[in-house]
């Protein structure tokens, strides 16, 4: 029998979050290992033999090693979804290009906003969050409210790992960069539903909080310089 798929990570990082997600909606146990990121491990000789572009998350499925939260997910649900039910990653060409449309839009939008900001201050000593950088993430949302406008997640009417990565990111994002709900309804509605999930306030919430408390945190205690 094979070991558990072994996900080196941190909560509080928001790939991670939707690749803990992604592993709970699929009923899917992993062996948690920590990355200190801050203390460097993730440039550790042995980790980049893992992923030499030295993120994480990265999985190691009985020596498959899958690296970026997008193609784990991908990866975990082809492999690990029950018999006969493709929903949250399905295989049907125009629902997977669907799917993956906005997995990448996560992956070169969303994401990398919430980065620039949180980023700066966690790693290089920031004392304010500049408001160029918190509107250039807001602009980003009006991609996820299009979607919506089809059905109640981002591919239809149905969850898919594209909610689960989305999610992992709007979240942290909601944090320093309101939704506004006369312009954003159907988004705002979309959090509420991804957050109703039983499996959301382990594997999304208590990592966002650790994330958002460290950053305001450290905002806050600049500020006061
Ligand atoms: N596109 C990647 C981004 C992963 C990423 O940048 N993770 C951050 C932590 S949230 C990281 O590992 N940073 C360390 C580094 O870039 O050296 C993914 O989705 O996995």
């Not at 997977?96 to 990398?112: Q, S």
Request: glycine fraction near 6%; proline fraction near 6%.
């Amino acid at each position: 029998m094979s070991a558990k798929p072994i996900l080196y990570y941190a909560p509080r990082s928001p790939p991670c979050r939707a690749v803990l997600l992604t592993a709970a909606a699929l009923g899917l146990e992993l062996d948690l290992r920590l990355v200190n990121v801050k203390a460097g491990e993730h440039k550790s000789a042995e980790f980049l033999k893992l992923n030499a572009q030295h993120t994480i998350p990265v999985l190691d499925d009985n020596g498959t090693i899958v690296s970026d939260s997008h193609i784990i997910c991908s990866y975990l649900a082809d492999k690990y979804a029950p018999e006969g039910d493709d929903s949250l990653y399905p295989k049907d060409a125009e629902k997977r290009r669907l799917v993956d449309a906005r997995l990448y839009y996560d992956c070169g939008h969303l994401f990398p906003r919430i980065r620039f900001i949180v980023e700066p201050v966690i790693y290089f000593g920031a004392g304010e969050v500049p408001s160029d950088r918190v509107a250039y993430l807001q602009k980003a949302y009006d991609g996820l409210e299009y979607c919506l406008a089809e059905g109640d997640y981002l591919v239809g009417d149905k969850l898919t790992i594209a909610d689960l990565s989305c999610i992992a990111s709007v979240s942290t994002a909601e944090a320093f960069a309101p939704i506004e709900p006369d312009q954003f309804p159907r988004l705002v509605q979309w959090v509420k539903r991804i957050q109703a999930l039983p499996y959301y306030q382990k594997n999304n919430q208590e990592g966002l909080d650790m994330l958002v408390g460290l950053v305001k945190g450290l905002l806050a205690e600049r500020q006061q310089k």
